[in-house]
């Protein structure tokens, strides 16, 4: 018999005088849900004074967004909750801090990040976090390594990937990516401006195609615990400092799309920009979003391979050379599930708000049609992307 059940907000406030640690737990008085995210609750616990001081989040055992009529298992607070514990052993100033968790009550208690703001609101509103980009190469470079082949002993890996294994939340990915934009669907949706565009895409051979190899990468190629979902929205920042948060979607998978996620919705806001703010501020953001490109990769790539030098246990992936023929692959497949997460977001269930909240709908239709011709362009060119300046270059070139 399980012990779960939903909470209220004064069960989240027990909880969290129970678990979070504090050293006046009675002075925890309110919680307010403020979940904005398509899975789980979120409470916000204050105190007397009215100060947040933890999060308490619990999973549903359904798709919040959707309701009971999509059932989704509760292990995904275990999977999420375990994923930042890993994450945080190699990445603490980059992961949020997990105080407490339950599997049974699919609940945790996170550490309370009310100085920081949710990356993606920032960018909508044309904020720039310089060293964001780079901490996010950190954070990626950190946990994949030291989660990958490279670092793990290989049985100790395998029985890594067992814990992990997502098969629920990872076929929502599965289709949600790599199937259903690509047909009709019923989960899909989008304007019906951009019928031409979906048509075309849908009936592109060499784009399917693309796609395909994509989708299998992500069914079989089990190279690091990713986070699994790590978009703008699963990104708090403050001045000089992020923390990534939701890794529901954790588990062994191909780096390349942990990386591809986090470019795709630097892309997205690219994309939606013109529709955001005034002319001049679009194009300085922009920019920014070119450089949070190249400070993404770039910084990746840097600490990966100094990690690798440093630290690869394995003897024949130590050898000269390969750290770097590897990361050539994990750079041409995040480069196509850039592409994907694109064109996902556009048309697909799931859409960001830096196209969706552009008020004009001609513009909001320019600028999903940009997401879509470069979601597209980005899955079939990917193998021939060699590096970040030139994908910089032809992003410029595609307008
Ligand atoms: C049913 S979940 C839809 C989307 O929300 C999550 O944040 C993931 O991005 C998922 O694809
Ligand atoms: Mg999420």
């Known amino acids: 018999m399980s012990r779960y059940y939903t909470f209220n907000a004064a069960d989240a406030v027990e909880y969290a005088r129970q678990f979070a640690g504090v050293k006046d737990p009675q002075s925890l008085v309110t919680a307010d849900e403020i979940g904005d995210g398509n899975l789980n609750l979120v409470f916000k616990i204050r105190d007397t004074a009215g100060v947040s001081r933890v999060i308490v989040k619990q999973a549903l055992p359904y798709v919040r967004c959707v309701g009971e009529s999509w059932p989704l298992t509760l292990d995904r607070a275990r999977i999420e ?3 930042l514990l890993v994450h945080g052993q190699f990445c603490p100033q980059h992961t949020v801090n997990i105080l407490h968790h ?3 009550l699919a609940v945790m208690v996170q550490e309370d990040l009310s100085d920081h703001l949710i990356w993606r609101s920032e960018l909508l509103k044309g904020k720039y976090y310089p060293q964001a980009a780079s901490q996010l190469g950190e954070y990626l470079a950190q946990s994949l390594f030291h989660t990958s082949d490279f670092y793990q002993n290989a049985q100790y890996k395998k029985a890594e990937v067992s814990r992990f294994i ?4 990872c076929q929502i990915t599965e289709d949600l990516f790599f199937t259903d934009p690509y047909i009709v669907h019923e989960r899909n949706h989008f304007d019906a401006l951009l019928q031409p565009e979906v048509d075309a895409l849908r009936a592109d051979r060499p784009l399917l195609l693309a796609v395909a190899a994509l ?3 992500f069914l079989s190629h089990a190279e690091a615990l990713l986070h699994g979902d790590i978009h703008s929205g699963s990104i708090f920042v403050a001045e ?3 923390k990534a948060i939701d890794a529901e979607f954790g588990f062994y998978g191909p780096m390349g799309f942990d990386l591809g996620t986090a470019m795709g919705n630097l892309l997205l806001n690219y994309c939606g920009l013109p529709g955001l703010v005034a002319t001049r501020e679009a194009a300085d953001g922009r920019e920014q979003r070119l450089q949070d490109l190249r400070d993404l990769w770039l910084s990746f790539r840097e600490r990966f391979l100094q990690l690798a030098a440093d630290k690869t246990q394995d003897p024949a992936l130590a050898i000269a050379g390969y750290a770097e023929y590897f990361l050539q692959q994990v750079w041409h497949d995040a480069v196509g599930f850039c592409g994907s997460e694109l064109i996902r977001r556009t048309i697909g269930f799931a859409h960001v708000a830096d196209l969706d909240s552009i008020a004009d709908a001609a513009m909001r239709a320019d600028c999903q049609r940009h997401a879509l011709s470069l979601g597209q362009w980005l899955i079939i060119t990917a ?6 300046e030139a994908l910089i270059a032809r ?3 595609n307008g």
């Not at 997502?166 to 939340?169: F, S």
């Not at 193998?383 to 970040?388: F, K, R, S, V």
Request: a negative charge; proline letters at 8%; zero cysteines.
């Open 395 to 397: 992003i410029r070139q």
């Open 240 to 242: 000089g400092k992020l």
């Open 215 to 217: 989708k299998q990468r």
């Open 81 to 83: 909750a375990e994923t």
């Open 102 to 104: 339950d599997a049974e």
């Open 166 to 169: 997502n098969p629920e939340l």
């Open 383 to 388: 193998p021939q992307i060699d590096d970040i």
